[in-house]
């Protein structure tokens, strides 16, 4: 019995540091206005984005934050995979390899992100950084950021189906993962079919919105859930 409430209060913990990361990184990201591509609000740079130191580190707050909270929720899925009933591990195990896959992806992104670009371009090493830095709207950076929160809302799909609908409060932490999921899709499928291979960033920001979005969300309500487990064994 203590054993579980052990691993309840952590996920608890978890769900909360999730949701506040988010919220804090969201914001930090917000004061990032992309100065390239369709988003852009003017005097915008262009290949080989040789300025965009002048923007440094002011776009880049929100990716140093963007690590933890990747730490944060992939804690939180593991968590949530050890309070799922025995039935419902095929499911909350897949989430678990799917956030793995989205957390590896984004982390080698971001840490490469802050760790090579900026520093390379002033030292002159400015070989290849276009096809690196996060301002190049078809380079690897949003190639690698699609692709993890593609999984991110994979991970989410498989962690709906360990809740139930026997209550309110399951049934919403089901539909709005769900929701994750298919919103992400549509996107993906809007974006493409609309702008095919020039689609730009658009994707990239509707999928970190849908994802974070349902973090933050979800981190709430699975806090809630975890408190009245808590108070059935205490």
């Known amino acids: 019995m203590n054993g579980e409430k052990q691993i309840l209060n952590f996920g608890l913990y978890a769900s ?5 990361l988010t919220f804090i990184t969201w914001g930090f990201a917000m004061i990032a206005i992309p100065p390239v591509g369709p988003y852009c609000p003017g005097d915008c740079m262009t290949y080989p984005f040789s300025d ?12 140093y934050f963007v690590i933890f909270q990747l730490f944060a929720y992939l804690i939180f899925i593991v968590s949530i995979h050890f309070i799922t009933p025995i039935e419902n591990r095929l499911f909350s195990s897949l989430s678990v390899a799917f956030a793995l896959i989205s957390s590896i992806v984004l982390l ?18 400015q070989d290849g ?26 991970s989410f799909l498989f962690l709906s189906f360990i809740f139930s609908n026997k209550n309110r409060l ?6 709005i993962l769900l929701a994750a999921f298919i919103l992400t899709v549509l996107a993906f499928v809007f974006y493409a079919f609309k702008f095919g291979i020039e689609r730009s960033y658009r994707f990239e920001v509707a999928s970190i919105s849908i994802n974070w979005l349902t ?12 408190k009245n487990k808590l108070k059935n064994i205490t």
């Open 215 to 226: 973090t933050i969300v979800v981190g709430i309500l699975v806090s809630i859930f975890i």
């Open 16 to 20: 909360l540091a999730l949701t506040l």
């Open 108 to 125: 080698i992104a971001y840490f490469v992100q802050f760790s090579v670009v900026p520093i390379s371009v002033m030292k002159g090493e």
């Open 170 to 175: 399951e049934k919403a932490i089901r539909v």
């Open 52 to 63: 965009l130191l002048a923007y440094y580190p002011r776009d880049y707050y929100w990716i």
């Open 129 to 154: 950084i276009a096809l690196l830095t996060q301002y190049n709207e078809h380079g690897i950076f949003i190639a690698m950021e699609e692709l993890g929160y593609i999984t991110m809302s994979i």
